[in-house]
């Protein structure tokens, strides 16, 4: 289909913006961008139970994160939420709408983390950034009112990406056991000219010229992006990762890659469900009360975590 309504109003008012590529500003331009055309458009924000911000330990220094709570009462299961922005741009204020939907949809913890970001922190550091968040939200268990038995991993575009990065390490680390992933528009491999690359690489937000810039900030070494931390659909062995929702946009230059992914983890045991959403554009999901598509992704990627969490409790 043609691009929604919805979506063509939302993308005129970003235009009206007339910013400049990434690699045509200053880094810190770039990021400031970022958050001004995420602002452009006012969005739904979910009332959850609490939300605080703090710090904890990391492999070079703190981390910042988000909890988001249902209620105070324990035992709730835990989802970690990595947020996107090719890891470049990003901070914990840009899956906000996300973590507040899932907060409310899995009747869950929500820890969102603000991993270093590249060039100035190159792969894998965002990936051991989120792992160390993960193991310390188990490790702090009590504290958040979380059943670590129960846990999903979760992000959008290069969120996905680390959210399918770290159950990746979980499984190869054995700990923690992660029973769902959830890729929103994930990224998943570094090959530029998949069709929907040359198909949807210009005029519908994210472009194929900006996905090249992004990873030359994340990855400038080449070996590095063949690595299956990065470039998910390279790994050999996909089998005994958490079960998976993959989300992805009609018109979104990673369309092709995220529809191969879930393909891939299919063909190799992982119970997968893959979703298209039609006239939709990347990372649409985050844009609830704009997209009406946005709460209907929350509600399948919630659906999916949670028949993850009754499977494993029986």
Not at 47 to 67: L, Y
Not at 84 to 100: A, I, K, N, S
């Amino acid at each position: 289909m043609s691009l929604h309504p919805q979506v063509v109003a939302m993308m005129q008012k970003v235009a009206a913006l007339n910013l400049p590529p990434n690699w045509k500003v200053t880094l810190q331009q770039a990021r400031a961008n970022s958050r001004l055309a995420r602002t452009s458009v006012e969005l739904q924000i979910e009332p959850v139970h609490s939300v605080e911000d703090r710090t904890i330990p990391g492999p070079a220094g703190s981390i910042a994160i988000r909890v988001y709570r249902p209620d105070d009462r324990p035992g709730h299961p835990l989802v970690m939420l990595y947020h996107g922005g090719g890891w470049v741009v990003g901070d914990l204020d840009t899956e906000d709408t996300t973590c507040r939907g899932l907060c409310n949809r899995v009747n869950a913890v929500v820890v969102s983390v603000d991993y270093r970001l590249a060039p100035e922190t190159v792969f894998p550091g965002a990936v051991k950034d989120c792992y160390a968040a993960t193991l310390w939200a188990v490790d702090h268990a009590v504290e958040l009112g979380i059943n670590p038995s129960q846990i999903a991993t979760s992000g959008t575009s290069a969120g996905g990406n680390l959210s399918g990065a770290v159950s990746m390490v979980a499984r190869d680390r054995a700990f923690p056991a992660i029973a769902h992933q959830v890729l929103f528009c994930p990224i998943i491999d570094c090959d530029f000219d998949r069709p929907s690359y040359i198909k949807n690489g210009v005029d519908y937000g994210l472009t194929r010229d900006s996905m090249i810039w992004f990873w030359d900030q994340y990855t400038p070494s080449s070996t590095d992006r063949h690595s299956p931390y990065v470039s998910l659909i390279r790994s050999r062995d996909l089998s005994g990762l958490p079960d998976a929702t993959v989300i992805a946009a009609e018109y979104d230059p990673l369309l092709d890659e995220s529809v191969a992914y879930a393909e891939s983890l299919t063909t190799a045991g992982v119970k997968t469900c893959c979703t298209v959403y039609e006239g939709m554009t990347h990372a649409f999901n985050v844009r609830t009360g704009v997209l009406d598509a946005a709460k209907h992704a929350l509600d399948k990627a919630a659906a999916g975590i949670r028949e993850s969490f009754a499977l494993r409790s029986t």
